[in-house]
């Protein structure tokens, strides 16, 4: 009988969550967060932590009635250097602008319960669907094309131009671990910490017009194996996926955890249309159980090294000595403290 707990729910979740990479821990990039994680630090790391979650709780929603007078009560065109490495992974006309999140987003993503990842999921979704845009020439691209490693570089984008004034900063002071010197870390898109695939990785085997991995196993000794065509992992294809993992669960099914991982790589589009959604898994299905234990292993190997991670650290430059350092400060209150707005009235009760 199918155990239609929420856990079960979370824990195939936290798989599919994964699906960019290697890395088990929890990570920001991926947007998952856990207040009840028992690796939740104590002590002194939780007093800074505590400060620095007193500063997200100081921070005031651009409220503004659109008589506003920057460029941020509309469209803000994204550099896409600013995205880095990433931007390779993104066809080069795709240009992205993002705007500053409504009142009405705010105070959705301030009631949802951080305990519940499947809640979080359609807040998070909600967040990027009404505040970024893609176009390709005229064009709109829908957001589920956004690569899942960048859903929390997007949303911390339109952070940044929904909270105009400085106090909304996040921001944490710790001593420098290459000199000594205390260094600021203010959280925002561009202090973000990901691991990314060797370049020359990239330039062999990504197709920049197809938009996949182009990898043949033989060439690495694989002698049964056939040429693979690895595709990104979107926020589209995740929320399907998700989806349908959901819908084998309520089913009573068994749930492949192994080729869940796999899943949203090999195929390239997700349907919305349940049916079309059940063959276009099916295939790749067939496809998959056809691996020997050789290719699996290599196949293990090959995502581990095409994966962008988003890591669960901050990098900054430090101005004393100029190294690049990295904190492990997180947010133990759960994301969505990102976008609180705090009320300008007085508190009724304690509660
Ligand atoms: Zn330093």
């Known amino acids: ?25 929890q990570s920001l990039g991926k947007l998952k967060f856990d207040p009840m994680n028992p690796n939740a630090p104590t002590g002194e790391e939780k007093k800074e932590m505590e400060e620095f979650l007193e500063k997200s709780r100081s921070a005031r929603a651009d409220m503004r009635d659109g008589t506003g007078n920057d460029i941020r009560d509309g ?15 993104y066809p080069e006309n795709w240009e992205f602008r993002v705007r500053p999140a409504t009142v009405e987003s705010i105070k959705n993503w301030s009631a949802v319960d951080d305990a519940r990842i499947e809640q979080l999921n359609s807040v998070y979704n909600e967040i990027l669907k009404s505040n970024v845009s893609i176009k390709n020439g005229d064009a709109t691209i829908s957001w589920q094309n956004i690569n899942s490693w960048d859903r929390f570089w997007f949303i911390l984008k339109v952070r940044e131009y929904t909270f105009v004034k400085g106090e909304a900063k996040l921001e944490h002071t710790e001593d420098c671990s290459e000199c000594g010197n205390p260094v600021t870390f203010t959280m925002g898109p561009n202090t973000l ?19 996949c991995w182009v990898i043949d196993p033989s060439d690495f000794g694989v002698e049964d194996g056939q040429i693979v065509k690895l595709y990104i992992p979107t926020l ?11 819908a084998q669960v309520q089913g009573g099914k068994k749930i492949d955890e192994q080729f869940i991982k796999y899943l949203p790589w090999l195929l390239k589009n997700a349907s919305k249309d349940r049916d079309t959604l059940d ?19 290599f196949m293990q190997d090959v995502i581990k090294n095409i994966a962008v991670t988003p890591l669960q650290t901050m990098k900054t430059k430090c101005p004393a000595c100029g190294e690049e350092v990295t904190t492990n400060v997180q947010f133990p209150g759960g994301i969505k403290s990102l976008f609180i707005a705090e009320s300008r009235y007085k508190k009724f009760g304690t509660k």
Do not use: H
Not at 75 to 89: A, C, H, Y
């Open 1 to 25: 009988m199918a155990n239609k707990e929420p856990q079960d729910f979370s824990a195939v979740e936290q798989q599919i969550g994964n699906i960019g990479g290697e890395n088990d821990s």
């Open 236 to 246: 589209g294809k995740e929320e399907q996926i998700l989806n349908w993992v959901y």
């Open 193 to 211: 910490n990901f691991e990314y695939p060797d370049q020359e990785i990239v330039d062999k085997y990504w197709n920049t017009t197809d938009r």
């Open 279 to 297: 063959s276009q898994i099916s295939l790749v299905q067939r496809q998959y159980k056809m691996w020997s234990l050789d290719m699996f292993l």
């Open 75 to 89: 469209w803000v065109p994204i550099n896409r250097e600013d995205l880095g490495p990433r931007s390779q992974f």
